[in-house]
């Protein structure tokens, strides 16, 4: 698959950063999952920069905190632990939701970026040098039950805040941001071990 954004970009250099206009945002509630490091990090910075009320999750409430605590915008930005490794975290989201920001709070951008702990990088292995597989707290598979199943259930467990929007956008992250990772791997550098079937896996979203 071909990213078109890279066309004139020279081979080896970084694409150039975008950020939307200062104050186009304001108004706006944004709620991004994995936001406390990363893309997702940088990603949430730039939406509160143009006045958004960012809220960021992470696994535990210690990180989401930190994570919030790095965003330099009008509006504070709001740290929620969300596991979505565990549904039952995930159901008890829009109760911690509330808790913060209210009953009635209305959700205009939910943007699902985490994915989890990847195995390449699992310091478990088998004997076969294999990383051993991990598993969600319900017994899926830990990326799929991350990325795939527990963005399922959070889009469902949101919907009411999401329905409060007069016009809500529900975004993958890891397709975009997959296509011009692999862009820029075709371009210059080899792609690492295991980077086709990952990336395969986010194109399923």
């Keep these: 698959m071909r990213n078109s954004a890279l066309d004139n970009v020279p081979i080896g250099a970084a694409p150039p950063v975008w950020s939307p206009a200062a104050q186009s945002l304001a108004g706006k509630t944004i709620l991004i999952t994995g936001g406390n490091n ?9 939406l ?3 006045g958004a009320q960012l809220i960021v999750t992470a ?10 605590a790095r965003i330099e915008a009008p509006l504070a930005a709001i740290g929620l632990e969300l596991n979505l490794a565990s549904l039952e975290s995930v159901r008890g989201l829009p109760t911690r939701l509330s808790d913060v920001l209210g009953a ?13 702990e990847s195995p390449l990088y699992s310091k478990k292995v088998n004997q076969g040098g294999v990383a051993e597989r991990a598993t969600t707290e319900d017994g899926f598979d830990r990326i799929i039950g991350t990325a795939h199943l527990g963005h399922f259930a959070l889009v469902a467990a949101l919907l009411p805040a999401l329905k409060r929007s007069r016009r809500a956008a529900c975004l993958m992250r890891r397709l975009g941001c997959t296509n011009a990772a692999s862009g820029l791997y ?4 080899p792609p690492p071990p295991g980077w086709w079937p990952r990336r395969a896996a986010a194109l399923a979203n």
């Design 38 to 46: 990363g893309v997702g990090l940088e990603s949430a910075k730039r």
């Design 48 to 50: 509160a920069a143009a």
């Design 59 to 68: 696994r535990d409430q210690k990180r989401a905190n930190a994570g919030a």
């Design 104 to 116: 009635d709070v209305a959700i205009d951008v939910l943007i699902n970026h985490a994915q989890g």
């Design 186 to 189: 075709r371009r210059s550098l």
